[in-house]
């Protein structure tokens, strides 16, 4: 890992809606974080543990188990 992928922040991008991430992912990365995308709450929890990031974005509305059940479960 090179020195500046050690000293940039980890994101989680948590969104149902593909265009979305798309967006986040983009303009953070060229900030230069370091990102994981997920497109539900059951994929986000499981990529949290994953990855541990530093901050999750966090889409509120989402199908099957919404951003607050999500954070709640994080």
Same mark, same amino acid.
């Given at each position: 890992?090179? /020195?500046? *992928? !050690?000293?940039?922040?980890?994101? +989680?991008? %948590?969104?149902?809606? #593909?265009?979305? +991430? $798309? +967006? +986040? @992912?983009?303009?953070? *990365?060229? $900030?230069? &974080? %370091?990102?994981?995308? !997920? &497109?539900?709450?059951? @994929? !986000?929890? *499981?990529? !949290? /543990? @994953?990855?541990? #990031? /530093?901050? %999750?974005?966090?889409? %509120?509305?989402? #199908?099957?188990?919404?951003?607050? $059940?999500? *954070? =709640? =479960?994080?």
């Amino acid at each position: 890992m090179s /020195q500046a *992928a !050690a000293n940039s922040t980890k994101i +989680l991008l %948590v969104d149902d809606d #593909p265009d979305i +991430l $798309e +967006l +986040l @992912e983009y303009n953070l *990365a060229k $900030e230069g &974080s %370091v990102l994981a995308k !997920a &497109s539900d709450g059951k @994929e !986000a929890i *499981a990529m !949290a /543990q @994953e990855f541990n #990031p /530093q901050l %999750v974005i966090l889409d %509120v509305m989402m #199908p099957a188990m919404d951003g607050i $059940e999500t *954070a =709640r =479960r994080m």
